[in-house]
């Protein structure tokens, strides 16, 4: 498709299982970004990738999370041994090198991984 | 570090009134400035942006807002609203040089749009 591709969109796990978040950004997009989207938090930054390269992993909130870029393409966001406070909405965007002139601004998003701990 | 305050988590309206959500940011540096929408159960997608030029800024659906650097601010507004304009509103800032590009985004705002 032509628009940002997340899977699962629903994930229903148990306390202290390992998960996996997959994002396919839109073709020729060099950059990469997860946010977590939780109840009246917004969005909150993860990390960011720029090609397979991830210059920005500030937002990582713990050991637990961890993230990778192949092929310049798809991304793959890694959960170990879950707790409940990881219960959000997984978003993935892409977008054009921001740091090119002329190409700031739009990150295209996708609908979202909604993960739920039990 | 940029930061994005939106005041106000929740707006309702009646339909065909005018709308104002708003949006103030701290920065010690120039800033690029966005609203993103978010209709239910759907991603986040572009409404509007301020690069440079006109502080008045025209987006999709009606909407537009105005750049206030003095006041730090990027409010939005539609004369008129409508059901469809139900959604989850988020304001978004970039440092205009020395950052990396990655936005960081507000709280969000929920519009609700009564009949």
């Known amino acids: 498709g032509a628009g940002v591709s997340q899977s699962p969109s629903n994930k229903v796990t148990e306390k202290g299982k390992d998960v996996e978040l997959r994002c396919d950004p839109i073709?020729?997009?060099?950059?990469l970004y997860w946010y977590r989207q939780s109840l009246g938090q917004g969005l909150e930054f993860l990390i960011y990738f720029q090609g397979n390269s991830a210059p920005d992993k500030s937002g990582l909130p713990s050991d637990r999370f961890s993230a990778e870029r192949t092929g310049g393409s798809v991304s793959t966001l890694t959960i170990q041994r879950t707790q409940q406070e990881d219960s959000a909405v997984y978003l993935c965007?892409?977008?054009?090198?921001?740091?090119?002139?002329?190409?700031?601004?739009?990150?295209?998003f996708g609908e979202g991984s909604r993960l739920t701990v039990l | 570090a940029q930061s994005v305050t939106q005041l106000d988590s929740q707006v309702p309206v009646f339909e065909e009134a005018p709308v104002e959500l708003r949006c103030n940011y701290s920065?010690?540096?120039?800033?690029?400035l966005f609203w993103y929408v978010q209709y239910p159960n759907q991603g986040l997608q572009l409404l509007l942006k301020y690069l440079s030029g006109s502080t008045l800024v025209k987006g999709i659906n009606g909407f537009e807002a105005e750049f206030n650097k003095s006041q730090t601010s990027f409010h939005l507004r539609k004369p008129s609203v409508h059901i469809s304009d139900t959604a989850e509103y988020f304001c978004?800032?970039?440092?205009?040089?020395?950052?990396?590009?990655?936005?960081?985004f507000g709280r969000g705002t929920s519009l609700i749009v009564h009949p």
């Open positions: 073709s020729g997009h060099t950059a």
């Open positions: 978004a800032v970039i440092l205009a040089s020395g950052g990396s590009y990655i936005p960081t």
């Open positions: 920065s010690s540096v120039s800033v690029y």
């Open positions: 965007a892409s977008s054009f090198d921001q740091r090119l002139a002329g190409t700031t601004g739009e990150l295209f």
